[in-house]
Structure formats: structure tokens, C-alpha cells
């Protein structure tokens, strides 16, 4: 059975680092892209960035210069690190799989999704 997990969440103050992990079962990780989303309460949810198989990385503009995307092959698990953390960042943080990258952002082409982790910015 095809199943993601984030974590890594929690309460960070303004300036902060979290590390999101999304670890996969049932599906291996590097053969597809995998994007990360955020849904802010009230807000839509947007895409953040993706990780193509050939590991070409892909950034939203708010993303870029703070938040890396990464993969483990071994541990078959995709990570968002984010530094410099921002108020306006906090939100509930997913993982998708077996999507494309190519407009990535509507997420509307991902198959799977996990099940979310929230993060919080605040002092």
C-alpha cells in the first residue's frame, strides 16, 4: 500500500530552521517527482517546490534562497529544509508524489499526498 508521511514539523521562532521530511512507502521516491505544498488557514494551497528523478529543483519565488529540496535515496525519503523562517511561512506542509513538475504549483497533477505536517512561526 502507497503511502507518505511528513514530519519534521513544529513550533519554530521567526529566523528559525525545520528540516520536513516525507518518507515513502510502497513507491520509490527517485523515480518520480515529488513536490512539497502549504495550505495557510484561509488560504489556498501552494506549491512550494518539486524534485524531478534527474533531481532538477524547482522553487517558488517565496521559496527561493530559503528553502531547499532534497532526496535520500537510501532511506527513500524527500526532505524541504527551511531556514530563515517567516511568520507568514506557518501553514500545514504536504508531500506529494508521482506528479510532474512542469507546473507543479496547482498540485493538480500529483497522484498522492500525505497526510501533512504544521509548522509554526512564531515568537
Known amino acids: 500500500q502507497l503511502q507518505l508521511a511528513e514530519s519534521g514539523g513544529g513550533l519554530v521562532l521567526p529566523g528559525g530552521s525545520l528540516r520536513l521530511s516525507c518518507a515513502a512507502s510502497?513507491?520509490?521516491?527517485?523515480?518520480?517527482?515529488i513536490g512539497w505544498f502549504r495550505q495557510a488557514p484561509g488560504k489556498e494551497r501552494e506549491g512550494i517546490s518539486c524534485?524531478?528523478?534527474?533531481?532538477?529543483?524547482y522553487y517558488n519565488d517565496f521559496a527561493k534562497g530559503r528553502f531547499t529540496i532534497y532526496r535520500d535515496n537510501n532511506k527513500n525519503t524527500v526532505y524541504l529544509q527551511m531556514d530563515s523562517l517567516k511568520p507568514e511561512d506557518t501553514a500545514t506542509y504536504y508531500c506529494a508524489a508521482k506528479g510532474s513538475c512542469i507546473n507543479y504549483k496547482t498540485g493538480i497533477n500529483f497522484d498522492y499526498w500525505g497526510q501533512g505536517s504544521q509548522v509554526i512561526v512564531s515568537s
Open positions: 510502497g513507491l520509490t521516491l527517485g523515480r518520480y517527482a
Open positions: 524534485l524531478n528523478p534527474r533531481e532538477d529543483a
